[in-house]
């Protein structure tokens, strides 16, 4: 649905009317205004076998023609007000995609939009850097606040921070609240200009860090996994981490192929039969009697069978049968005949 309250197309073609044919067919062809497409400056060199350099002259001139004509001051200076207030209301600095989205969902249109915008002289277009994606602004100073904020949050934020939407603008609103004038910042302009930044970002589930990050801009089944398994929470079958990876991220997953996978990447430990967790959970991902062997060592002296299995199960998911079946390999272990405490065997 179109939010705003003009016709892009018929403002854009009472002042085109009036260029020379040529003029009209370069800025038609450079804004996509006759197709979806946008043509490059290259291209429409080729299709009038002249310089790029020619065709951004031509361009340039074409603009500051219709600047001045009469046709599009008459027509489009209710439609630039408009569009001005709109990005105001996006706190004066608007990331060039999401704005086009919120003016409207047809890609024709979009195009027909973004000639007013270059021709508005109320607006400053932001070009695209290594840190931001283009933007539109009436506000410079918020402009240069919401760009100095992203970098800043960006450095406060680990790698391996994932983080809720509700928890990202926690981060950034503390942060951006130092330079506003005012001291406050609105949490839903706070969202659109967190889409400023290409530093930050969200993975498929939904959740926030720095993109330079696996866990935000995901590589491969593992770091699926990885994402699954720390949402659950909790251990995880093989073949339900296969599912659920399937299910979030649309790429079925081959069971045997996941099960591989985990057993590559130290990420994982396999803490039951064919139970996966994330390692820094502390859960214990090799033998049980290896396990018992380190809470002996941990623990200093003899211990009872019950505290042992009590142990193992706190990072362990094993039956407590296997516990005691390992417990009675008298090369790792002795038990006291009169304590009947446990110890390493020697």
């Known amino acids: 649905m179109r939010v705003v309250n003009f016709k892009p197309q018929q403002i ?4 085109l009317a009036d260029l020379p044919e040529r003029s009209r067919d370069v800025i038609e062809k450079r804004f996509g205004l006759s197709s979806d497409r946008r043509k490059t400056l290259e291209a429409i060199g080729q299709d009038y076998d002249i310089t790029r350099e020619r065709v951004r002259q031509i361009e340039n001139l074409a603009k500051e023609q219709i600047r001045k004509s ?6 489009a200076q209710k439609a630039v ?3 001005n207030y709109l990005i105001d209301s996006m706190g004066g600095v608007a990331e060039e995609s999401t704005l086009l989205d919120t003016l409207s969902p047809s890609e024709s249109e979009k195009n027909h939009l973004y000639l007013l915008l270059e021709l508005g002289d109320d607006f400053l277009h932001a070009r695209e850097d290594e840190n931001h994606h283009k933007s539109w602004i009436t506000n410079e100073r918020n402009s240069r606040v919401v760009r100095d904020s992203l970098k800043r949050l960006y450095k ?4 391996d921070e994932i983080l809720t939407e509700d ?3 926690d981060r950034f609103m503390a942060v951006i609240e130092e330079d506003l004038l005012d001291g406050k910042a609105d ?3 706070a969202k659109l200009w967190l889409k400023l930044s290409k530093q930050i970002g969200k993975n498929q589930m939904g959740r926030w860090g720095r993109m330079d990050s696996p866990n935000i801009k ?3 089944v593992r770091d699926f996994a990885y994402l699954v398994l720390r949402e659950h929470g909790k251990p995880m079958h093989f073949r339900d981490i296969a599912e659920q990876t399937s299910g979030h991220f649309g790429k079925k997953i081959n069971v045997a192929t996941m099960h591989n996978e985990l057993i590559k990447d130290s990420r994982f430990a396999l803490v039951g039969r064919g139970l996966y967790a994330l390692q820094d959970w502390g859960l214990y991902g090799g033998p049980v009697a290896d396990l018992v062997i380190e809470i002996l060592k941990e623990n200093k002296k003899p211990m009872a ?9 706190e990072r362990k998911i094993v039956k407590e049968s296997t516990i005691r079946i390992n417990l009675k390999n008298k090369k790792k272990f002795t038990q006291d005949k009169a304590t009947k405490l446990y110890t390493i065997a020697k």
């Open 167 to 169: 928890q990202i603008l």
């Open 156 to 159: 406060d934020l680990d790698t």
């Open 81 to 83: 007000e408009e569009l």
């Open 305 to 313: 069978e019950d505290d042992i299995i009590e142990k193992v199960l």
């Open 12 to 15: 854009t073609k009472s002042f």
């Open 218 to 220: 995901t590589r491969g």
């Open 70 to 75: 009469e046709a599009y001051i008459t027509s």
């Open 187 to 189: 949490t839903e302009i």
